[in-house]
């Protein structure tokens, strides 16, 4: 058996003694002897050795793809080095939550510095410490807007699936309700908006790019929801954060998203990183852990977790939210990839994305799949598909290719900056023999 | 220090990207921001060498005893962190076909069957990234089974007032009446008070035990039946399984629904604040209400199923799937012998700690504890008017992080000392005689430990001033 435990028998018995205890059981005399168990039905204990045997056999029957055309919600970026090295640290690794200040400087400076990139993203004036990923922090967005007279969530049905079903789980949960804004031709029904906003609306999401990849007109839908009132959320992929205008330029009150193609790997859908940016007005509704800029007591500059007054080990059962943890480790990838980036490589990492998917999207229009929607589009788009979606993924399969999600009876197609023009062709061309184009 | 923003250069910079190899398609002028992106401009080598600065700047568990309390800051195994990042888990795409992804729907269905097992469950969702957010999905559960009942009355949960914070926050995030319980002078739950609060209106009780004062509630059969008789539920805090597991199953102490913290009781490494993993686990009445996407076994391999009358999701796709490999990898490690061996020595450190320190400090509560045990510091401060908070900054000096503070909420001037099982007797020895110094320092020296601490990376920070004028972002 393997054990982490490092006291020897000999060492325990001196223990126990010490105590004044005659065995390990004396230690559980307060449970009742009828509940107790005597072992644990479980196989034995293995060697480090073995243990790896082990899970490698277990990861051997996952299939990695060497070439992914798929996106939604989960993006294939290519992630520096310094990012690994910087986040395998054991001290940053370890560490818990920044509760002692004085002695978690690196952690809390790493956060203050995350918030403020997560600021600079969005344009937005204050951020959180981020939160469990972006469908939770949406979901946590909504709950911010909501106010005694104004409780309905407005969401944009072009938002991702699995971010509108998170609101809807938290919405329902506290009994509030959430309406979903018809789509049309792939973009948010700006009418449908129109139509739905009303004085008991406290809030509207729209995702940008949508699930379709489409650039919404942000800022338009932006001055329908505050010209009626209520809060515009908006949540945006970070990579196209570096060429698109902010949601602030687009008048959102809370900006959130998915800080995974920051550097964080697929890993099977987590841990990913939910970031959270606000206004100034709606600044002491955030939810979670913020860092704040303060002076030790001689007078240097030091960094604290601030701002509790609205959490949940405060004020209990009326705090702004129940979250406890953030996603430390998360932010702290997206920091060092947003430093190792800097400006320039990521718009032209954003560049790259956008143009090699409107190069494969030509490409695969050419082998049968056309585009399903008019419309600006940032790396990820939707086709066609001339036969079952199914035969068409499992050739590429065959090839070592994850191809694009069938979705709505045609297929979402992602292209990053990690494709190469080599690969598009190589999609393009197992496409043509598919479709007999 | 510098702020990476501080350190950057105009012109500085990463070489990343190859130049782009298709014609480049530029977005149209209107939909591009206008406002300038600041990023740092660094080179690899200031990046590396700021981030290696930060690191001397924070405390590990590598770096030393950790003994924070309701947290379980065991050690973290390195074999757990490399299997977590074999290309075979960390580059599968979570939308990948089921037949390419066996692999990871075996680890959550493996991972669900050794947890079940421990904690007497039937079934087991690890949607939930951390505990509070398991909380949230377990009262979830508990609320749909109600209604499913057309039992549409209950709408109260019960909590001790002993509770951690999330429990009530949780509470109120699911809709329900938060009903605070007060606790008997044993730190336990008063039966008495129990029966008045549980009615035809009780959704349910939520309970840690061993509670948050380290002592096993032994009217745990009585307490969970008062319950049930009510009509109610039981829900486990699992914050504390570290002192049990192996030994007694909540199952069996009568609870319904438990969230677990495998950053804590299964050693995942806690990354400064997450990303942790709350897998919730239920008996068969609450199973048809799990969240989407259970993993289970299909005829020769695994398949993703959608329970019957789920609740939804609490986030996207399926929790934090590398937490839950590195889990994994520890379950195999310890086996079953390993997880009782682990629980049965966090408790004989505890209690050894204790013995060492019961007649310097005064110890909350009588008795043999658990996995961590309460010193109150009220004599200290009424006397010498030393708080808990500059004894925990004085141990800053000695390279100790401090014992959680203020909390239980019912014991004044709280310090919650939780070592793990994985420490050795002479780093519990030298912790207590780190202790005992401090506390015979604050009898002849108290200012010094309103000084303290005076060898970390800075003094006290002034809290009152971050919170009246809150900046949150650098100003460029």
């Known amino acids: 058996m393997g054990s982490y435990v490092p006291t020897t028998k000999e060492e325990r018995r001196q223990m126990l003694d010490f105590i004044g205890l005659a065995s390990m059981d004396d230690l559980y005399a307060a449970v009742p002897a009828s509940m107790k168990i005597d072992h644990v039905n479980l196989p034995d204990g293995k060697s480090e050795l073995e243990v790896r045997g082990m899970m490698e056999e277990i990861a051997g029957k996952n299939r990695v793809f060497p070439t992914i055309f798929r996106g939604a919600g989960a993006y294939d970026h290519y992630i520096p080095s310094i990012v690994k090295s910087v986040v395998s640290k054991e001290t940053f690794l370890t560490a818990y939550t920044p509760y002692q200040a004085e002695i978690s400087q690196g952690i809390l400076q790493s956060i203050f510095e995350f918030q403020t990139m997560i600021c600079e993203l969005t344009g937005m004036d204050a951020a959180n410490a981020s939160v469990y990923d972006g469908a939770s922090a949406a979901a946590e967005a909504a709950a911010m807007c909501r106010e005694r007279r104004r409780t309905k969530t407005l969401v944009s049905a072009a938002a991702h699936p699995m971010v509108i079903r998170t609101v809807q789980t938290y919405c329902e949960a506290s009994g509030t309700e959430v309406v979903l804004v018809p789509v049309k031709d792939g973009k948010t029904d700006s009418e449908a908006l129109v139509s739905l906003l009303d004085d008991s609306c406290a809030c509207f999401y729209l995702q940008q790019p949508n699930y379709y990849g489409l650039i919404e007109d942000a800022a338009a839908l932006g001055e329908l929801v505050h010209q009626k009132g209520a809060k515009y959320m908006m949540g945006i992929n970070p990579i196209a954060a570096a060429l698109l205008k902010t949601p602030a330029e687009c008048g959102a009150d809370v900006a959130v998203g998915e800080g995974q193609p920051l550097g964080m790997p697929l890993s099977f859908g987590g841990p990913y990183l939910g970031f959270m940016a606000c206004t100034q007005a709606m600044m002491r509704r955030l939810p979670g852990r913020i860092v704040g800029e303060t002076a030790d007591t001689d007078g240097e500059r030091a960094f604290v977790l601030t701002l509790q007054a609205r959490e949940q080990h405060i004020r209990r059962e009326k705090a702004s939210s129940n979250i406890c943890s953030n996603q430390a480790l998360c932010a702290m990838t997206a920091s060092v990839y947003l430093a190792a980036m800097g400006a320039r490589g990521l718009r032209e990492a954003a560049s790259q994305c956008c143009s090699k998917a409107h190069y494969a999207a030509a490409a695969l229009k050419r082998a049968g799949f056309p585009l399903r929607y008019q419309g600006d589009f940032f790396h990820e788009f939707v086709t066609d598909s001339p036969v079952d979606a199914e035969t068409v993924l499992k050739k590429l399969e065959a090839y070592g290719i994850l191809g694009g999600l069938p979705i709505e009876g045609g297929i979402l197609w992602c292209v990053t900056e990690k494709n190469t023009r080599a690969q598009i062709d190589r999609l393009a061309e197992l496409l043509k023999e598919v479709s007999g184009k | ?476």
Do not use: W
Not at chain 2, 91 to 98: D, K, T, V
Not at chain 2, 251 to 257: E, I, Q, R, S, T
């Open chain 2, 1 to 476: 220090m510098n702020l990476l923003f501080e350190t950057s250069r105009e012109g500085h910079g990463c070489s990343i990207l190859p130049p782009c190899d298709v014609p480049v398609t530029s977005l149209p002028e209107t939909e591009l921001r206008r406002k300038e992106l600041r990023l740092p401009q660094l080179a690899e080598v200031d990046i590396s060498r700021h981030y290696s600065a930060l690191e001397r700047r924070a405390h590990g568990v590598n770096n030393g005893f950790y003994p924070l309390g309701s947290c379980t800051m065991k050690y973290n195994p390195k074999i757990n962190d490399e299997m977590a990042a074999l290309p075979g888990f960390a580059g599968i795409h979570p939308l990948q076909p089921a037949h390419t992804v066996q692999g990871c729907l075996e680890v959550l269905a493996t991972a669900e069957q050794y947890l079940c097992e421990i904690t007497g469950m039937d079934a087991m969702t690890f949607q939930p990234a951390a505990g509070a957010h398991g909380e949230l999905t377990g009262l979830l559960l508990i609320k749909a089974y109600h209604q499913s009942r057309g039992d549409t009355g209950r709408t109260k949960i019960i909590v001790p007032d002993a509770a951690h914070g999330t429990n009530p926050a949780s509470a109120a995030m699911a809709g329900f009446t938060v009903v605070n319980v007060p606790s008997n002078d044993k730190g336990c739950v008063d039966l008495e008070k129990l029966r008045a609060a549980v009615g035809p209106d009780t959704a349910g009780l939520m309970l840690t035990n061993p509670n948050t004062v380290g002592i096993f509630d032994e009217a745990i059969l009585e307490i969970t039946k008062i319950v049930h008789d009510a009509g109610g539920l039981n829900y486990y805090d699992g914050a504390n399984l570290n002192a049990v597991m192996g030994v007694v199953r909540p199952g069996d102490m009568g609870f319904d629904v438990i969230h677990l913290n495998l950053h804590k009781t299964f050693s995942t490494p806690h990354g400064g604040g997450g990303p942790g993993s709350g897998p919730v686990g239920c008996k068969q009445l609450l199973a048809d209400f799990l969240p989407l996407y259970y993993a289970k076994k299909a005829g020769d391999g695994y398949a993703f199923v959608q329970p019957a009358q789920s609740v939804g999701s609490v986030k996207a796709f399926y929790g934090n799937f590398l937490v839950v490999v590195r889990a994994l990898a520890y379950l195999f490690t310890l086996g079953g012998d390993g997880v009782r061996e682990a629980a049965q020595n966090a408790v004989l450190n505890a209690n050894y700690l204790r013995e060492k320190l019961k007649d310097t400090y005064e110890v909350a509560f009588d008795g043999i504890c658990m996995h961590e045990f309460v010193l109150t510091l009220e004599k200290l401060k009424k006397e010498q008017d030393v708080s808990a908070l500059d004894v925990a900054k004085t141990l800053l000096d000695h390279g100790i992080h401090p014992p959680t503070m203020y909390f239980p909420l019912i014991v004044h001037e709280a310090l919650m000392v939780e070592p793990t099982e994985t420490e050795s007797r002479e780093t519990l020895d030298a912790a207590a005689e780190i202790f005992r110094s401090v506390y015979e320092q604050a009898l002849r020296d108290p200012q010094s430990l309103h000084d303290a601490p005076t060898t970390a990376p800075v003094r006290r920070p002034d809290e009152v001033a971050a919170a009246r004028n809150p900046r949150l972002r650098y100003q460029f």
